[in-house]
């Protein structure tokens, strides 16, 4: 009898610059196949054909896949699109393929998703190891038995109705332990890799703009911890320069995630892999968090932070959206930690969420400003995905407006062949269009000058010293920076292309040092052009006008002030000269963040603790890419 080939499908996109060549180990099919390869009936019947793990050419993919029997497809925002069309072209080559996809994508809650789609067999609703495993047992046979399951069937859509989570995780034997990914990395030695690590599953919360809790059935189920060290072992020893943490909420359990850090700690002291890695942490921080992150930075010389993912502070957009934040009083604690421990704090914020205005929205970065977070926040445009709560209720309810973007997802998840588009919201009930489009200028706005670093320590300082308000301070400014011609210009320009974007879908604007912008991105593009184009002191200038002409302070504590904050700011020019030393007479700095005298001189040190010879063009690509959040902006110490 001959064997049955079976191939996966979960094209990736490259990680960090092209010459690095980095790109994901397809651990979702990866870990799908080591599971039903437990069975003897399947081993016995099928072996494994090919993982299609980047974007190839279409008719590349499909010849390497036309001769399989069962083709499963690991579909994600980054890959819809192509994993569709590759499914038809690939139905159309052979009809007796059985399509099979599954993740958070196909969707699922369309009455007429086969008629979208009828190139596809079978959608996996939930987790896609025990599906997976019933249909490869019953292949050619009836699939009705098995339970999460939509089928295409002669006579329309079938539903198998909700399947069993896994409960002990354990039985899900490892991809990287058991070898599945052996041979790929054997004959890709060119290629950079970036593992895939998962110690739970699960996500406590239901978010409605989300669909991971909806998905994982809110409940989080662990995978052993001994079996989470072997796979950082193999990781290590394989030489991954990456690895990407892929738990809705490490740190969650800081007594058993402070250990996986320890080990991972570990793995770069032995094997100096991974260099760098990814982790989205814990929703609700609580202080213990920060431990971990101090270790990371300080112990493994990581180059990441503590992101406390607010999305909203608003409390009636935050009850539309079924989400609790931690209350002010402990967000403060974390801040005030990060900022003692010199750890880099990112916060994000949702712009077009339910229920937000324009007064909220902007009061949002002000409520973060008065309680600590500076210099790390993100906005992202509200998204309306497939099967999350905000698009299957709500959208009619708060009248969510929303354009397919192609730009809004960079570099490998699109080529010419395939764009992936992502709807993103771009009016509400509340923030009609025209008022969305204000908005997205305003965040434009803080960004470049306070949390991008060039009014951050002045704004800080008059607030306490004069009770100048962040949102007076901020609101005067904005009047007073459109008397400058250059930056006149750059609120226009930002203007058009946040237009653009919700026009045509593409913000269309022009490169910057041969950067690509797009997307969210659009946001840091001042700042990249303040560096191209040799403005950061011309733009310092008009800081240090408007300052003069609105405040009345000691001069010399004036002209410190100003030193101080020109010094936060990195310049690309100075870079080979870092670090550097102000001794000033008053302590600034000690003053603001933790009430030492004024009135008493100090000594600090601004140091880039970054590749000081680096290019004009890498250094802005790290300010676009927000590689990391903080960057360009000085590590500052006093001076022993």
Request: hydrophobic share 35%; with cysteine; net charge negative.
């Amino acid at each position: 009898m001959a064997l049955h080939k079976v191939s996966f499908v979960n094209p990736n996109f490259a990680q960090g610059p092209k010459e690095l060549n980095a790109h994901y180990l397809p651990y979702s099919p990866g870990i799908i196949w080591s599971y039903v390869q437990q069975f003897a009936h399947i081993k016995t019947n099928f072996f494994l054909g090919d993982f299609i793990w980047h974007r190839e050419p279409i008719e590349d993919a499909v010849k390497k896949l036309e001769d399989c029997s069962i083709i499963g497809f690991s579909t994600y925002i980054w890959n819809k699109r192509y994993n569709f069309e590759l499914a038809k072209a690939l139905k159309k080559r052979n009809p007796k393929i059985l399509i099979v996809q599954g993740g958070p994508e196909p969707p699922i809650e369309r009455k007429n998703f086969f008629d979208l789609y009828p190139h596809i067999d079978i959608c996996v609703k939930q987790e896609g190891e025990i599906a997976f495993r019933r249909i490869m047992e019953s292949f050619n046979e009836d699939y009705k038995s098995i339970n999460g399951l939509l089928l295409n069937t002669p006579h329309g859509l079938v539903d198998t109705g909700t399947s069993s989570r896994i409960d002990d995780l354990d039985q899900i034997p490892s991809p990287y332990l058991t070898g599945v990914f052996d041979q790929l990395m054997q004959n890709t030695p060119e290629v950079t890799w970036n593992a895939t690590l998962e110690t739970n599953r699960g996500c406590p919360y239901a978010c409605t703009f989300c669909d991971w809790g909806s998905l994982t059935y809110n409940k989080i189920k662990k995978f052993g911890l001994e079996r989470v060290f072997d796979e950082l072992e193999w990781i290590g020893s394989k030489k991954c320069d990456f690895v990407s943490i892929t738990d809705a909420n490490f740190g969650i359990f800081p007594e058993r995630d402070g250990a996986i850090a320890d080990k991972l700690i570990e793995m770069q002291q032995t094997h100096g892999f991974p260099k760098a890695y990814t982790i989205s942490w814990a929703k609700n921080q609580k202080k213990e968090i920060v431990d971990i992150v101090k270790k990371l930075i300080y112990v493994g010389g990581a180059k990441i932070g503590l992101n406390l993912s607010v999305q909203t502070l608003d409390e009636n957009t935050l009850d539309i959206i079924k989400r609790k934040n931690l209350e002010t009083n402990k967000i403060q604690e974390v801040f005030d930690l990060c900022e003692n421990n010199n750890i880099p704090l990112y916060t994000e914020l949702i712009l077009g969420l339910p229920g937000e205005t324009l007064a909220t929205w902007k009061s949002n970065f002000y409520k973060l400003f008065k309680i600590g977070n500076h210099t790390g926040i993100t906005v992202y445009q509200a998204q309306l995905l497939e099967n999350a709560e905000m698009n299957l209720t709500q959208r009619e309810t708060y009248q969510l407006q929303g354009r397919t973007v192609y730009d809004y997802l960079v570099g490998t998840y699109n080529n010419n062949e395939v764009q992936e588009g992502i709807e993103v919201i771009f009016g509400t009930r509340d923030l009609p269009p025209p008022i969305m489009l204000e908005a997205q200028v305003y965040s434009w706005f803080l960004n470049t000058f306070h949390i991008n670093g060039i009014t951050n320590y002045i704004s800080r300082f008059l607030c306490k010293y004069c009770a100048v308000d962040y949102e007076t301070f901020y609101e005067d400014l904005r009047l007073f920076i459109e008397t400058d011609e250059w930056l006149l210009s750059e609120i226009t320009r930002i203007k058009k292309h946040y237009g653009n974007w919700a026009n045509y879908g593409k913000i269309m604007h022009p490169p910057v040092q041969n950067i690509e912008i797009h997307g969210w991105n659009l946001i840091h593009s001042t700042l990249i052009m303040m560096h191209s184009q040799q403005k950061v002191d011309h733009v310092f200038d008009v800081v240090e006008r408007f300052v003069l002409d609105r405040y009345q302070i000691n001069e010399t504590l004036l002209t410190e002030l100003l030193k101080f904050q020109r010094m936060f700011l990195i310049k690309h020019q100075q870079l080979p000269v870092y670090p550097q030393k102000i001794e000033i007479t008053h302590d600034i700095l000690g003053w603001i963040v933790n009430d030492s005298p004024l009135e008493q001189p100090a000594c600090y040190s601004f140091d880039f603790p970054e590749d000081k010879n680096m290019s004009l063009q890498r250094f802005c690509e790290n300010i676009f890419y927000a590689r990391r959040r903080n960057f360009g902006k000085a590590w500052i110490e006093k001076c022993l």
